[in-house]
């Protein structure tokens, strides 16, 4: 079974930057495609970013698109999602997921097999 803990969430100002990462265990790191989704208040849970298993892969939504970089270190087991730029709409829980290799319908929650528990992001005007 595969464990994922997120950390790295907090509170800050328009503008700003945060750095998530995804701790995982349970399976060896480098099988396992990861994405970030957000869930605003109120809202579904959505598609942020992706990577493919080495790395050399990655995905965005439009929004984040230019902002924010995901990560992988295979070594550490770790992927992370550097936020630049951050606006008060990018406030939400971000949460982890994985998916055995490959990245299919990256987008789709239905599409992972393993979540995190999630971290809160809150950016103020």
């Known amino acids: 079974q595969v464990q994922l803990v997120e950390s790295g969430g907090g509170l800050v100002q328009a503008g700003g930057s945060l750095r998530l990462s995804c701790a995982a265990s349970?399976?060896?790191?480098?099988?396992?495609?990861m994405g970030w989704f957000r869930q605003a208040p109120g809202k579904e849970r959505d598609f942020v970013a992706a990577?493919?298993?080495?790395?050399?892969?990655?995905y965005y939504t439009d929004s984040v698109s230019g902002r924010f970089t995901i990560s992988r270190d295979n070594a550490d087991n770790t992927v992370y999602l550097q936020m630049n730029s951050l606006k008060p709409g990018d406030t939400a829980v971000y949460y982890c997921?994985?998916?055995?290799?490959?990245?299919?319908?990256?987008?789709?929650?239905?599409?992972?097999?393993?979540w995190g528990q999630g971290t809160q992001v809150t950016v103020s005007t």
């Open positions: 990577i493919n298993v080495n790395g050399k892969i990655t």
């Open positions: 997921a994985a998916r055995p290799w490959i990245l299919n319908n990256y987008k789709s929650q239905t599409d992972y097999n393993y």
């Open positions: 349970g399976r060896t790191f480098s099988s396992l495609a």
